[in-house]
């Protein structure tokens, strides 16, 4: 039933919660990832405000439609702008590091996370998304409207469309993962585990693209396998903080600077977008 | 290739620029006072205090004029990252040191050129505690201030604003607090800190509060760990009135005057300065007049200045009818306990300064001795590892090369004791003349019992630090740092130097803001009270107006903190401040 649900674009509720639920959590990572860096600029404050935003237009999206074709539609709209300005600081931040761009590996892996404002971005995207979809409560032809793309958001029909943002959420976040993980110089084989399943999964949804067989036969495999390797990393990443120096006495310290403690379960996410797509129905065209 | 990608490499040679940091650049070409002309304030000494007083009374409107006895540093081209090539930024010049526990001069208990001290502190920038403030009524030792934590609580939150501060969101001992800026990474040091306190249940602060930039503060880059902060910082991340105050004093109109020796204040009558005689850079004599003289030439200088000013009326030193001038000078212990460990440290890498401890600051009776002390990370480079080992176990020869082959798995921990201040640890006048002429300075030091208590078991208790975190070795190194007092602050006339504003009880017009004029020194390093102290005199100055040059009044009303002034952007950065 489920699957019914999906297939017919009527989700409208539980991925307005999926939204909430994401963009909470990138909340949190932005939050302390900028106090990290001081909030030494104004606008480093607004992706923690918005996250609010959108989480709480999510909330009320999931209890009204009126909700979710507005406020959801806007507030995540702005967001999603927010995250490509914040992308374009991102860079700006590297160029300014000593060097700048005549030393391209070293600043991009000790500067600001380049790819992390569109990865923030994405929860935006899904509510914009949701914005278009219709509700569980409605009928296999009920309330189908707009026209052309928006149709299809509306009729569940975007397969295609969604399969092409889980892979560039899946090259965002396996690049994060990369560049971080040599970071800390893969100390641990499972470091390793990331980069290896990240490729595959980014071919499966690009093969998703192209090919409804792809889309229905490795992509739900490949998702699973990257939802799995998230939860693990999460795993990971929380012994990681407790067996920093001072441990739990330190925690507030130790969730800073220990491995990001929400970064695997975005790539998680990755994972969740693939199975979604996976169960979706293609474009007519 | 012609020009390299991404076009041109900028040139530090460039006329009429000076490169401050990566992005901070300022020009060459500001005011310019003839000696003639009569400023409103001369100010002693371009360093900690003087540079945040240059900024705040040109901002404020007032023509004034720095005197510095060192270069107007061009970061780029006169800094190295090197702990040899850095020897520059130390006050070098010839001082005598005497007394049973002589003291070390030419290190990092002194600064020279624009900036001072503040181009070569590690940026540890905690506050004092409340009970700093009333150490005799509290413990019967040394002496009451004349003014509250309270009075300089609000500058301290704004100075730690302005340069800006990093470190933890809440800072538990003393009056508890955040910060303004993100606490930083660990270093290997850092992590030895925090594991030997969690494990004998001490409460540790890591990350900070360290002047460094966590985050970039507009044209100033953040920290990027390479570990010179010391040699001065060339990422401009780590704070120095050089970056943070001088720069926009001289928009406003002040001029610093680099490489001018100030020798003697001169007099317009028994109570009144009206300038300044200081040597230029080719050793000519001038004489820079001013209604007003401010002297910020911190612990040596400062007191130095002031008795070599002797004239009828003023006979043992300017501003010294009580006698205390060049007394009560204080140092802190600061032992330095070295621990070997099995796994690497690279003590190199990060800051030196970025954790500690202030859990045994206050007096504790069961501890037989009044005060206390701090434990904070301390991280030397190799060469000055090599002189602490050489104390420590005597390394020499063969057995120095060892030692320094195994630099990387050695950490070290120092204590920030207070030594109290005793009337016989003084800064007097020698018959020896350095380069100028000028007659030299001549320091006398001695521990007293209360000092050698605490030191010994703040040694002991960093050891235990030490051993707890799993050290396998562990030595230590006896050795003093920062300089304060000489010219103390105080209500009473006969016992100090300055009143609470800063301005000497003898003369009207001559005012004393650096760290000479601290009654007591707590076992906090000094800079940000330092700095504090200063924007908290100007805005004196600023509220009396032209009072202080013709009225021979004295309003001691505090005056209304004037957060206009601090530097531009303080307001706009930071995260949001839990606790105050």
Redesign the interface.
Known sequence: MVYQHVRDGRFQRSLSLISALSSFVSGLEVAYEHYKGSYSNLIMYSPVILSGVVTGAACCAFFSRRAAENVLRVTSAITLADGIIGFGFHIRGIQRKPGGWRLPITNIIMGPPIFAPLLFGTAAYLGFMASYLRREEDSKYGHIRYSGWRRELNEGRFQKHLAAVAALWTLFSGAEAWYSHYKSRFRIWAQWTPLVISPIQLAACIGAIFSERIARKMLPATSVITMANGGMGFFYHVRGIVRRPGGAKTWLYNILYGPPVFAPLLFAACGFLGVLASALRREKR | MKS???GRFESPHEKDKRILG??QRISRQYRHYLDSEEVDYCVVGVGSAGGVLLQRLAKAGFSVVGLEAGPFWDPERDWVSDEKGSHKLYWNNLRITGGEDPLTFGENNSGKGVGGGSVHWAAFAPRFHPSDFRVYSEDGVAVDWPISYDDLKPYYELLEREI?V?G??YFPWGDPHGY????H??GGVG??L??GC?KLGIR?C??GPVAI?????GNR??C?YRGFCIQGCK?GAKASTLITHVPEALDYGAEVRELSMAFRIGMRDKDHVNGVFYYDRDGHEHFQRAKAVIVAGYAIETPRLLLNSACPGHEHGLANSSGVVGRYLMAQAGNVVLGRFPSLIRMYKAPPAHAMTEEFYETDPGRGFARGFAIQSVAPLPIAFAKQMMTAIGAWGWGMRRVLMDYNHWATLGVLGEILPWPDNRVEIADEKDEYGIPVPKVTFNLHDNDKKMIEFGKKKVMEVMWAAGAEQVVQESRYAHLVGAARMGSDPATSVVDKFGRTHDVHNLFICDGSILPTQGSANPGLTIQSLAARTADYLISQGEKIWTSDKRDMTPPPIRRHLAVRDSF?????RLFR
Request: net charge positive; glycine share 10%; aromatic share 2%.
């Open positions: 390299p990608l991404l990566p992005l800006p990093a933890p969101a303004p800026y993100g606490p990474p660990l992590d030895v925090v594991k969690t540790v890591a990350g930039l966590s985050g970039s503060h880059p953040h990027i990422v706009t950065k930071g995260v949001p």
